[in-house]
């Protein structure tokens, strides 16, 4: 089997994931008050959905990059995608909890379930790649480049570390922990352009 | 027709109906209480979640399966294909029902929704694969082998069976049918999963 | 422009308007009493939602069949189909509305909204295809068969009289006038089955 | 990187976003009153969806003009289109606020908002486009024709202003407002349109 299939339906996830993140912002009843008010005052709701939006951005570039790199897909590597996009699927139930709770006494909460959620999501990404990359090459081109390969095991290993970090940084301080999550999207939106650049150049 | 189109309207629509089913787990008002506690609580949405996204996924690439078999597909084959995917795209609704209730009076209800609409995708996912397969092999590619076509057939009996009894155990145990659900997911990973490596090892 | 790239587009306005369709599903609050009697007093919703779903599908093989007849597409093509696009993506509302009120005494306007929003896909249906085959076959390919263009013109011509009648028969009876909707929806499966039998008999 | 993943992933977006504006309208509870004249009474809501969706399907075919033009993208390109399709991903939200509210004394808040949703989107638009040609036609294909090229930046480029000014008479005027964005998307239908015809006479 090749990846065509998968990219259709790993793309269809990844757009509607990301497309379904807006059904979390919500008015709240603000009874004879202001909307523009109120609009103001949900702005955790836009920060919330502008970082996962790009998170998962960010993924599907990276995914491709992946596949792009391999030659087939064997059914094992199919069922690790499966259950990666069930991560990516599942992150607008806790984009919404941190938007809702983030300034709260229950921030603390919401943080740590956005983390885990994450950290998860860039575990399952280091073991297809892991799976892809392990057993010789099972999966990859014949002529992937050893470099590029090794650039991306280096470049995609501090994902789950930088996570992992943000979420026990959660259970002590909601609003750093969320600050980190934006800083990790930011970084790797930068390190990307900016690399995207140097190699135009070179 | 080729079968190209079907595969991206159905791809759509496994996409959708999966990445729809985080949209039924919904943190319930919790007064004063913890966010912390109410997410633990909520631990059956997450399980259910996760048993039907992977269920969605097995049907994915078994239907994948079929269609690469193909060398056309018919104006029945096609509105089989409707009413096939009719029931993908209802999962969403029986899979909030069981998350909900499971641990309710109303469990069994809700077990055996979740049931009947598994043995309907089943059932349809049969005739489909018979109605390509009948008639000296309707829609089969010339190339097709003969044994694959028995395996696919054999692998893909049992299911009818399998919900089958959970939904009837759903009548008397509605945890006892939910954890027969998972299972039947976690079986079709792990025995595609090991098939799939012992083909590469012959 | 090919039409690939409004097949891609169409394709996921009919796959996700589908889908979203179960979302109108609801168990209302039924207090202290039993879920299994709420969900059968739900049957409307289930035959709502297996309507509309099929209906969906019928179009969007019709869509298929169109726009394999086609050798480009241009923008006037486009905005029609856009528009098109819209009242497909509308289904969802009106579905919701039938399958709430069909049995209420509000039922000839959700019968109403349901017939006014099909009567006019139908209308943007057919102006669509005239369009296509309008100044002399303006998008048709070259080897495009005649008989089978009058064929389709003929086919989807009634579309917008059966519409258009269910929807007058919802000002007076709105149970009577959901049942036409549902056997219009049989009517096209099954003439399209037989059809298609036909033809491979030929 | 050709532009094809990008086309799939874009493609997705824009049709989930244009297909899930239809969740925002909703009948309110309208007590032992009538649905009709309910249904009558969210005329604002039909309208909001039609702008929306005929503007979603509007940027949908510039972009597909502006890839058709490109032969590679680069990770920066895919990057601005990320924030890009974050802005398409968002209408939804204001569409909602601006059915909901044009017609009451918040209506300025939710033209405002629908406003600078689309400058916004339109600013992200022309940044893609000055990207892809900046660098001496860095994405550039290499037969790209320079009169349409300079043609697509003329004609992208009043979006922003229009938009612009439509938001800020929002500030003053909601309806005013809202008018100017349906005039908005009426003069880009009837103009591409017209000028398609014009092309195939020329």
Redesign the interface.
């Known amino acids: 089997?090749t990846t065509t299939?998968l990219?259709?339906?790993a793309?269809?996830?990844?757009?509607?994931?990301?497309?379904?993140?807006?059904?979390a912002?919500e008015?709240p009843d603000f009874g004879g008050g202001?909307?523009?008010h109120e609009?103001v005052r949900l702005w955790p709701s836009y920060v919330a959905?502008?970082v996962s939006?790009?998170t998962i951005?960010?993924i599907?570039?990276n995914h491709?990059t992946v596949l792009?790199l391999l030659r087939k897909a064997?059914?094992?590597f199919?069922?690790i995608n499966?259950?990666f996009?069930?991560c990516i699927?599942?992150i607008?139930?806790p984009t919404k909890?941190l938007a809702t709770?983030v300034r709260s006494d229950?921030g603390?909460?919401?943080a740590?379930?956005y983390g885990l959620t994450l950290t998860l999501t860039a575990v399952l990404f280091t073991i297809m790649w892991r799976y892809a990359i392990g057993g010789g090459g099972r999966l990859l081109r014949v002529d992937a480049d050893r470099r590029e390969v090794d650039g991306i095991t280096r470049s995609y290993g501090p994902g789950i570390a930088m996570y992992a970090t943000a979420t026990v940084v959660g259970i002590f301080q909601a609003e750093v922990s969320a600050a980190l999550y934006a800083a990790i999207a930011l970084f790797y939106?930068l390190s990307?352009?900016l690399?995207?650049?140097e190699?135009?150049v070179a």
């Open positions: 089997m299939r990219e259709t339906f793309d269809g996830v990844f757009a509607i994931a990301a497309t379904l993140l807006v059904l912002i008015v202001s909307l523009a609009l959905y502008a939006f790009a951005g960010i599907w570039v491709h792009g064997d059914r094992t199919l069922f499966v259950f996009l069930l699927a599942f607008p139930f909890l709770y229950n603390q909460a919401a740590v379930a939106v990307s352009s690399f995207g650049r190699e135009a």
